[in-house]
Structures are given as structure tokens and as C-alpha cells.
């Protein structure tokens, strides 16, 4: 009898706990073949002149495929790693190693759909089945009580009737035996400096030391410190989301340890962290049911004119705003972070003061962020220009109220 042979084509999901592609592989193939790759497209300037991925979130990922490869070493497998397009070598692996179907979790904005379909077309040559599994929302998209197109486009409409009428399902177990080839290849790990960042841009970047580590370990720990009755640090910011965004953990594991550390003494602050996960499923979702939307140009004649990186940067350098406005970006530029209400100060200063296109705006977003997500960044962005999908949300109030209200040391606010 032939083996079913099954190539797992990890994305954003650089796990074995609650892993829904890897663990159905080792339930139903023979030998499993992991597999990541460095996308070129994605190490890159876009169309606007900013990096895909800026220096910070490649190391936080680098750091990421490496812990993954050295755990899938530990269970009995290997994570191959590939610096090229999946669709130009999928083929001759799947041909190399007789695979048999490949797994991965669909995605949702068009650049990585459209990823998702080459791969496809290139692998249905051969006669293989690209499956997909749906994965990265806390509610699953079929455990929804309504399709994805009767989904409301209000935020609100859309909590209150997931929250009632849908359940998040329980944490799959983490895998701990894998059997693969006997014979795989070996591969490694792309430097920063194959990744074509240049030695200005890697000498920049500081102390390494200092920069989160992008791990599965790392971010359960993450997880476990930030919600044990004693966190106090940072009310409100627990640096959870890059591990979500790349898939070290689940936010539906998430949502489980937050219900395991509920109590009447912390049940607003939790209350509000179930609230930001439903937003993160409100933009994806929103992504499925209007294709595109937030990537869309030309949302309205009152568009911001600042289109190109070029000009954002120069905005920068003139340094004529604010130096709270310099201290957010100061911060996002050398930590790849800010919390909710920085960004939103950030974001409204830029829309309203340097008439910053939407898309202009989080591109740059898309370049610094460590827990950049696609649908996340540009559904904001485009509600804070007054266009968003759910319109009660849009931001209706100037950058300088947003600062007096949410930023504690208003003192800064006429500087
Ligand atoms: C302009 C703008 C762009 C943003 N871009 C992103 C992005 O690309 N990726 C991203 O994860 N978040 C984004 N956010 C949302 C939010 O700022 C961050 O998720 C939050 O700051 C993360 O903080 P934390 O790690 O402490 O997460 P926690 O507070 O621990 O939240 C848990 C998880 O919920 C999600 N989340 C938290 N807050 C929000 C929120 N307000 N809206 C949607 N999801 C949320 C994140 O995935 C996070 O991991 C953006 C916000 C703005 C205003």
C-alpha cells in the first residue's frame, strides 16, 4: 500500500499546541514533511516605498522558525526552511519526497490568497490536493450562527451575536511525535543580511538582548506571566499580540487561560482583552465578506495626498510635530510596538496633519509593527479616515482630544 505522504506548509501558525493542521497530518498521514518558507516578496519595498517586513519583525520571526525547527527536531522531525517563492518549489519537493497532499491554514488578505492559488495551480499539476483549514480566529468561521456575508458590519452587532449564538472550541493538545522522511534535506535558516538587509540597517537595530523573542515557549510564557495575579506592570499591554500574529499561539488558547485566570478583582481588565480579540476576528472576517475592502485606493475624493514613504519620511525628519507625536514614533520605529491608544493618537496625527493617504499611513505601520496582521492594521486605518466598515467606529474626533484622553501624562500635549 503507498504511504500518504503529507507536506504541512506552515504560514502564520508556528506551533504544536492547538495546531489544527499538524495535528490532523500526523493523525491521517504516514510521514510528514514541515516546511517554511522566507517569501522574497515579503523582504521587500512595496508599491509606497516601505519594507514589507521591517528589521525587528524578521528578527522576532527568524527567532520564531528557529525555536519551531529545534521543537519539530525534538518530537522526531525537522521544519524545512526555504528562502524562495513556495509556488516555484513546492513541486519538486512534493516530486523529492512523493507527497501525497499538502495542508496549510487559509489566509485572508488578497497577497497571501493570491500565494494560496499559485500554490495551488502549481501543486494541481501534479495531481495533489492543496488542503485548507481555517484557523487563525478565535470563533471559528463555521461554528459562526451565520454565513460570512450576513455577518453585520457593526462591531457591535457582530459581538453581541457571536458572544451569544457561537462558542470558541477547545484547545487541541500539542503534538509530541512526528515521523518524517528518513532522508530529508538539510536546510537553513536565511541571515538577516540574505534577507537583504544591508549592514547600516543590522547595525541599527541595537541590543538584541532587549528585543522580545519570537518563540511558541516564549509566548506561552508570555501568557502565563502576563496574566498571573501579581502582573501589574503595564495595565492593559501584555505584548501577546506578535506571538498571535505569527502564530506561536492561538487565540483561541488565549482565550482559554484568560477564562482560567478570571476573577471578580480582574474581570473589566479581561473583559476588555476578550473585547480586543473580537475585534481581530471582526477584521478578518470583514476581509472575507467584502474582498479587498481595506486595501482599496481611492476610498474617497478627501484622501489623504501623502501617498509615498518618501514623503512620510520627510515628514518625520522635519520633526514640526509634537514630541509626544515624536516619542509614538521613536517608540513603534525602535520597538516595533505601541499600545492600542498610542497607535490611534499616531494614526489620527498623521491622517490629520500630514494628510497621510490611509494606505500610505499603515504601510508604515505594516513595515515597523512586530504584531503586524494584514486585515488588523488596515481596517484601522481606514476607520480612522472615516471610511471603516463598521461606520459607528469610524474616529470622529481630532488627534488632540484622542491624546487628552487617553494618554496619562497630558502634559505633553501643547509641547
Ligand atoms: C492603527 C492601528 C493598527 C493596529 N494594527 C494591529 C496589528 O497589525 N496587529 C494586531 O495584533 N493589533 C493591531 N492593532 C490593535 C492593537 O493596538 C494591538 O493588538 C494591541 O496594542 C496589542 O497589545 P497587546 O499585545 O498588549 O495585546 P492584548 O491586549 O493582550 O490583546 C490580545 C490580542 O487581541 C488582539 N488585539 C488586542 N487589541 C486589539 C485591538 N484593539 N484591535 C484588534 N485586535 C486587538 C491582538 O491580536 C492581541 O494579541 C492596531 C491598532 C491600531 C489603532
Known sequence: ????????????????????????????????????????????PNDIGFQNTGILRTLFLIDAVTQF???????????????????????????????????HHREVAQRETDISEKVEETLWKQKINLKHFIGHTLYHKEDLPIPIRDVPNSFA?????????????????????????????????????????????????????ELPKGGEDQALETIER???????????????????????????FYFHKIKEHYRPSNKKKYDRLLMRLLWRDYFRFMLKKHPNIFFKPGVSTEDGLTTSA?????????????????????????????????REILAAYMLQEW??????????????????????????WLHFAGYGTSPKDNLKVSWEELLKKNYQTKKMVNS
Open 69 to 103: 525547527k529545534s521543537t519539530l527536531q525534538k518530537i522526531g522531525a525537522d521544519l524545512l526552511v526555504f528562502h524562495d517563492k513556495p509556488e516555484d518549489i513546492i513541486d519538486t519537493l512534493c516530486a523529492k519526497y512523493e507527497v501525497t497532499e499538502v495542508y
Open 226 to 252: 502576563t496574566l498571573s495575579a501579581d502582573y501589574n506592570e503595564i495595565d492593559d499591554y501584555s505584548l501577546v499580540s506578535p506571538y498571535i500574529a505569527i502564530g506561536t499561539v492561538s487565540p483561541a
Open 157 to 209: 452587532a457582530f459581538k453581541k451575536k457571536v458572544e451569544k449564538e457561537s462558542f470558541v472550541r477547545p484547545v487541541l493538545p500539542p503534538v509530541t511525535q512526528i515521523t518524517t522522511h528518513p532522508h530529508l534535506e538539510s536546510t537553513h535558516i536565511p541571515t538577516l543580511e540574505e534577507l537583504g538587509f544591508s549592514p547600516e540597517a543590522i547595525a541599527s537595530v541595537g541590543d538584541l538582548n
Open 355 to 380: 494628510k497621510v493617504n490611509h494606505l500610505a499611513g499603515a504601510s508604515f505601520f505594516e513595515e515597523h509593527l512586530l504584531d503586524y496582521a494584514p486585515a488588523t492594521t488596515y481596517g484601522y
Open 310 to 342: 518618501a514623503e512620510i519620511e520627510q515628514c518625520i525628519a522635519e520633526e514640526r510635530h509634537p514630541s509626544v507625536i515624536g516619542e509614538f514614533l521613536g517608540e513603534l520605529q525602535t520597538t516595533g510596538n505601541l499600545p492600542y491608544e498610542h
Open 1 to 44: 500500500m503507498t504511504k500518504k505522504v503529507i507536506l504541512v506548509w506552515f504560514r502564520n501558525d508556528l506551533r504544536i499546541h492547538d495546531n489544527e493542521i499538524l495535528h490532523e497530518a500526523v493523525q491521517k498521514g504516514d510521514i510528514i514533511i514541515p516546511v517554511y518558507f522566507f517569501d522574497p516578496r515579503y523582504f521587500k
